[in-house]
């Protein structure tokens, strides 16, 4: 049921950036892309989101493009800690809005290497 | 001060038995949910509460059945457990009103049903 495609995995050098691509070709107007991550045997974190322009926080930075058929999540500075599964969710806001469904797809797997 | 509990951690099992794991959050938040991640690490929703009352059922078996004492917590009880059951299941809880509901997951619950 996800509407993201992801690569499976990607590797990055440790202190480089990490730039995580994302398409979503059918999202809707008024949708967020929503960013997690997993890192192994822990609960998904939040890392950022954004509905049209470029979001930054102190973890990463989120780039939209115009069309917003697509995405890159962007750690500017990797290490280790970075090294996890990364989920990119178009959230679904059904309910009046009193709740959300996350989607999760099956997210990129994010090497960071010494 | 953990924002999003869960207890216990693991529980291993007997095929037929019913458990419960319970799930508290100190967020002060409206709305909870229950995740559930398979061996192959898809992560499904399965429930969602608002203000106690269920938001979100995603076909689940009747089997599982969630329950809201109150906002801050949401407890899931499981009746004649089966192999298919063990999975990962993480509690989630948001904010549930406006835009940009960011969910908070705890650290999940490791069922083996043997």
């Known amino acids: 049921d996800a509407k993201t495609t992801q690569p499976t995995s990607m590797d990055c050098a440790e202190g480089r950036a990490a730039n995580l691509p994302c398409n979503h070709s059918?999202?809707?107007?008024?949708?967020?892309v929503y960013w997690y991550r997993q890192i192994h045997s822990q609960g998904p974190q939040y890392i950022i989101h954004?509905?049209?322009n470029n979001e930054t926080n102190e973890m990463a930075s989120l780039i939209i493009t115009e069309d917003r058929k697509s995405s890159t999540l962007i750690l500017p500075h990797a290490t280790l800690r970075d090294t996890a599964v990364y989920y990119c969710?178009?959230?679904?806001?059904?309910?009046?809005?009193?709740?959300?469904?996350?989607?999760f797809g099956t997210g990129t797997l994010l090497a960071v290497q010494p | 001060d953990t924002a999003v509990s869960q207890t216990p951690k693991y529980l291993v099992t007997q095929m037929g038995n019913d458990k419960s794991i319970k799930c508290e959050q100190n967020?002060?938040?409206?709305?909870m949910y229950w995740y559930k991640q398979d061996s192959k690490k898809f992560l499904k929703i399965m429930f969602s509460?608002?203000?106690?009352?269920?938001?979100i059922n995603e076909t689940v078996p009747n089997r599982f059945s969630p329950k809201s004492p109150d906002k801050a917590h949401l407890n899931l009880h499981i009746n004649s457990l089966e192999l298919g059951d063990s999975a990962v299941y993480f509690c989630?809880?948001?904010?549930?009103?406006?835009?940009?509901?960011?969910?908070?997951f705890g650290p999940g619950t490791r069922l083996l049903v043997l």
């Open positions: 509460y608002n203000n106690k009352e269920l938001i």
């Open positions: 059918t999202i809707s107007g008024n949708e967020y």
């Open positions: 954004g509905l049209k």
């Open positions: 989630a809880s948001s904010q549930g009103q406006g835009g940009g509901e960011t969910q908070y």
């Open positions: 967020l002060g938040h409206d709305t």
């Open positions: 969710i178009v959230r679904v806001s059904n309910y009046g809005g009193a709740t959300n469904k996350l989607i």
